[in-house]
């Protein structure tokens, strides 16, 4: 039950700072601070209380059914990684609710609204063990993220805030196809409909399937994390977001890092396994690129600048060489 109330509580703190705000400014910001903290306190005393436990044990588990016929379940559960991601996701939602205490004057109230709302989602994304309540959970983050940096951000505001909801949007929707995939090629093999994360990751499928599946989830992830090319919505939304904007976004970051691993490397296990072959390849010599030097033209050398006869910055012994 604890789990469910590392969501609940920013969930309903969030509405109780906003009606607070018609009466009195201080104590929306009271009451979301107050939140955050007992968030973090039980996520402490989780830590404390499973101190010695493996980072692959369950700490805590709650499971009810939710759209029973499609195999969707309120399901959570906390190992020692996530743990660990949701204690630094609630101090930076300490540090954000403190950055805005004089900063943020317009709209306390809801704007203390979007920020306990993100933290919730954030938390959600990081307990669910059902992949549609994770997509669920990955989703709410967006919308509060959209209000902070379009109302309380700086001059180019609404420019940043619409580029940012348009890039996670078309990703989320990448992602939400590769669940669907992995849903019904689940239901295909089994005959059997869910979306419980731990029966998905034996479904059987080809290999090309498996590729394109992984591929929803990696340009999904990527685009959120984000990656170079990928990533050039993330200059506008951090520098025009305000500063608890751009300290949660830096929470948002931890849980892209922490799925993109999860699931793709657990559910898809034939891909993890053909690109590490292929980094495997350029780390050791074996890559055609370092079989065949003529790939590489000759440039003129200056001093201090990397031989470009090599792939650039690396040798097949894995150290720079500068000259």
Request: proline share 4%.
């Amino acid at each position: 039950m604890i789990l469910l109330w590392l969501i609940l509580i920013p969930l309903i703190a969030g509405v109780l700072a906003w009606a607070a705000a018609r009466w009195s400014a201080s104590a929306t910001r009271w009451i979301a601070l107050i939140a955050v903290l007992i968030d973090f306190v039980l996520a402490l005393s989780l830590w404390i209380g499973n101190f010695h436990a493996g980072l692959r044990t369950w700490f805590a588990q709650a499971d009810w059914a939710w759209i029973p016929q499609f195999g969707i379940r309120f399901h959570l559960g906390l190992d020692g990684l996530s743990l660990l991601l949701l204690m630094l996701t609630f101090f930076l939602g300490i540090l954000s609710v403190l950055a805005s205490w004089n900063e943020i004057t317009e709209a306390v109230g809801f704007f203390h609204l979007n920020l306990l709302w993100i933290l919730a989602g954030i938390a959600g994304v990081f307990l669910a063990v059902n992949l549609f309540l994770f997509y669920f959970a990955w989703e709410l983050m967006l919308v509060p993220m959209y209000f902070l940096i379009s109302i309380w951000g700086h001059e180019n505001r609404v420019y940043a805030a619409v580029k940012f909801f348009l890039f996670t949007q078309l990703s989320g929707l990448l992602m939400l196809i590769a669940i669907l995939a992995l849903f019904f090629l689940h239901y295909h093999a089994t005959g059997i409909y869910t979306f419980e994360y731990e029966e998905l990751l034996g479904t059987t499928m080809s290999s090309t399937a498996e590729m394109w599946i992984m591929l929803g989830f990696f340009v999904a992830f990527a685009v959120k994390l984000p990656v170079v090319v990928l990533h050039t919505w993330l200059p506008d939304a951090h520098t025009e977001a305000p500063t608890a904007g751009s300290d949660t976004r830096r929470a948002v970051v931890e849980d892209r890092c922490l799925r993109d691993a999860a699931v793709r490397s657990a559910a898809l296990p034939s891909c993890r396994a053909h690109v590490r072959s292929r980094c495997d390849g350029v780390r050791s010599g074996r890559h055609p690129l370092w079989r065949n030097p003529g790939l590489w033209a000759d440039r003129p050398e200056a001093p201090g600048r990397v031989h470009q006869r090599e792939p650039p910055g690396l040798r097949p012994s894995g150290h720079l060489r500068v000259e």
